[in-house]
């Protein structure tokens, strides 16, 4: 009695937040408790029991005239609470065996900290973390066509989203596909707007974040023309209103104890109803109820070993992958228009090897897969042979590396393709023993100056009578700049670095380090509307196709990079930094930056011009406020020189 006591408490008080509630908020069961006092005191038996048959009965015509205008206005497209959740593909930990299964009303999570036990009590729906929120899942829809304006879904989550797949295209997002971040801990409602996309084939996509925590779930899905939720059909107080009215205050009270009685042993038992566990949540959201470990002492021990063994828990690593379903063959769009579809077309591989479909009833991959890696195809390993051959030597076998067919060229050594290709297999199509091979073949060992016969017979070098002079792809060159100035972080792994700007790029993300962090280029980051300006200003290919050959270009552009790129006047200051703590002589110093840059010792001749540009350098200086600030510039212009020499991006 105390307890429910509409004047009791202080703000922070969790009934007395409860009791203020009330007092507007019609859906909350402590509603009819407000309405029982007129200025502290208790109403009449008889005003009583009016006011509750009057809230039941409104409840009874406003739940009845929303299922209505929720029947009249959406169809139901799936009812996860009941059946349906078969056809559903889940993957991931939090969907063991790739398995969709509705959980039963009464479903909750144990918080992984603090003193709360339970947020709430949620009603049946497919969740993602039946144990954990450190269980990842993707849950998919089967696929469908769309035929109205908007999909409405029900659902909850933390760290999580759902997207309107269309046609299959993986890279929508907000902006391209209807989608919507997944935020709340309470089942609600989620517009798509699908008004542009009639008549398209698409899938629902539940996909948890890349976080240690994050989790969803989904009840409901609903079609319509409105773009507005359906009106909820379910709230907390009805449940209280199906009994009979109470003759008192006292059996008013009876009546809270005797339901929170019910739905207690209801959940207890597996047989909650969707009304019951509303009413449930209702108290144990708001903390009316013990659902903390200083008012449940005795499961102080279970929950802390519990909340022991799930931290441990390890949350996978993703990467982009493709998820089988339920196949099918796609269309024929004739002339690329994508909204006249033709015939359907089996899917099967290259004709090359076969006009046959494939005969399965998955996608296919597999097939393709086994197909182009066949020990009667000898296509795969020569490709990849010939590109292998192509980083190497500049040149493949087959100088059109990304066309072998009528219109490509021909190989001019047919049989050491060959050759190549099949100790390629044998060898467990090992990438790393056949570049082995090949950069300690004796073709690699030549040397680049071609004889007078060799240039007459072969001026294009097709026979490799002698090693190409080639220059560095764009990422070796940012990698050596960072060896020579012994700032290269060689550590392998780790998360991708951002790119850097000179001026902000529009759509770019976040501006990374000057420097990269010090790691080596693979580790950048690639955006399709954000390059790297120092790698694209040496051919570094756009990443919006696959390229088997980079273009090799010699442009003005390149040379003033070397000259005027912040990150090449970086790197020379730090390098001339190390080199001037650690040699204290010019010889010595000039020594060094020929061994680290060329690896080899200069000539005497080139040692004598080197010593004359450092003479002629410090001269340009000898106004320096001070000998440490010229010693600095000095090297620091020496180091860029030996940066911007031919020799340092070129290989002979």
């Known amino acids: 009695m105390e307890k429910l006591d509409p004047a009791a408490g202080g703000k922070t008080d969790p009934w007395a937040k409860a ?7 019609k859906e909350n069961p402590l509603h009819v408790w407000v309405g029982s006092f007129v200025d502290g005191v208790p109403v009449g038996a008889t005003e009583l029991q009016k006011q509750w048959r009057k809230q039941a009965g409104y409840w009874e015509h406003e739940l009845k005239t929303r299922r209505e205008s929720n029947d009249s206005k959406f169809t139901e497209a799936w009812d996860l609470k009941r059946d349906g959740s078969d056809k559903w593909f889940g993957y991931g930990t939090g969907f063991p065996d790739r398995r969709v299964r509705s959980a039963a009303h009464g479903e909750f999570l144990v918080e992984p900290e603090g003193d709360a036990v339970v947020k709430g009590i ?11 929120t450190r269980h990842t899942g993707v849950l998919m829809s089967p696929r469908f066509v769309i035929n109205s ?3 409405s879904v029900r659902a909850l989550g933390s760290n999580a989203r759902v997207r309107l797949v269309i046609e299959n295209y993986p890279l929508g997002n907000g902006g391209i596909f209807p989608a919507r971040p997944l935020d709340r801990d309470q089942f609600g409602w989620h517009v798509l707007n699908s008004k542009y ?13 890349m976080v240690d925590r994050a989790h969803f779930a989904v009840d409901r899905i609903v079609t319509g023309d409105a773009l507005q939720p359906p009106a909820a059909s379910t709230v907390p107080i009805s449940f209280l209103l199906e009994d009979e009215a109470p003759a008192s205050v006292g059996q008013l009270v009876d009546r809270y104890f005797g339901r929170l009685r019910q739905t207690v042993r209801s959940w207890q038992s597996g047989t909650a109803n969707e009304n019951e566990v509303a009413f449930l949540d209702f108290f144990v959201r708001r903390g009316l109820l013990p659902v903390t470990l200083s008012k449940l002492p005795h499961l102080d021990q279970a929950i802390k070993r519990f909340r022991r063994l799930e931290h441990q828990l390890r949350v996978p690593r993703r990467a982009p992958g493709v998820l089988e379903t339920v196949a099918y063959n796609q269309p024929l769009f004739e002339s690329g228009r994508h909204t006249q579809p033709a015939h359907a077309v089996p899917r099967r591989g290259l004709s090359l090897f076969g006009d046959e479909p494939f005969r399965t009833t998955d996608s296919g991959r597999l097939q393709l897969a086994e197909q182009t890696a066949a020990a009667t195809n000898p296509l795969t390993a020569r490709v990849m042979v010939n590109r292998l051959w192509h980083h190497v030597f500049a040149r493949g076998i087959v100088a059109t590396v990304d066309n072998f067919g009528h219109l490509g060229a021909r190989p001019s050594h047919p049989k050491l393709l060959d050759h190549l290709a099949a100790r390629f297999v044998r060898d467990g199509w090992s990438i790393k023993r056949m570049l082995k091979h090949l950069v300690t073949s004796k073709a690699f060992r030549q040397s680049s100056r071609a004889n007078g016969r060799a240039l007459k017979i072969d001026p294009g070098n097709r026979f490799l009578s002698h090693m190409p002079v080639r220059r560095l792809d764009a990422d070796a060159i940012r990698d050596s700049i960072l060896a020579v100035s012994g700032q290269l972080d060689t550590k392998m792994y780790g998360p991708g670095i951002d790119v850097y700007y000179t001026s902000k790029t529009e759509g770019g993300g976040a501006k990374g380090p000057l420097d990269g962090g010090r790691r080596r280029s693979v580790y950048l980051r690639i955006r399709r509307n954000a390059h790297n300006p120092f790698l694209e200003a040496f051919d570094a290919p756009k990443p919006t196709t696959t390229r088997g050959r980079r273009d090799v270009t010699n442009v003005p552009a390149q040379s003033l990079t070397m000259l005027n790129d912040p990150f090449v006047i970086d790197q020379a200051a730090k390098w001339s930094a190390d080199l001037v703590s650690r040699q204290p002589t010019v010889g010595g110093r000039v020594q060094e930056m020929y061994e680290r840059a060329f690896t080899r010792s200069p000539t005497p001749s080139e040692l004598r011009v080197t010593l004359e540009y450092v003479a002629a350098v410090e001269k340009e200086h000898a106004d320096a406020p001070d000998e440490a600030t010229r010693r600095r510039r000095v090297w620091q212009d020496v180091a ?11 290989v002979e």
């Open 19 to 25: 009791f203020e509630d009330a007092r507007t908020n």
């Open 122 to 132: 949620h009603t049946a729906g497919v969740f993602s973390s039946g144990l954990s």
């Open 149 to 151: 304006n908007s999909i």
């Open 197 to 209: 996309r009639i008549g398209q084939h698409a899938h629902l996509e539940f996909v948890t974040n």
């Open 640 to 650: 860029h020189a030996f940066f911007c020499l031919k020799e340092f991006i070129y």
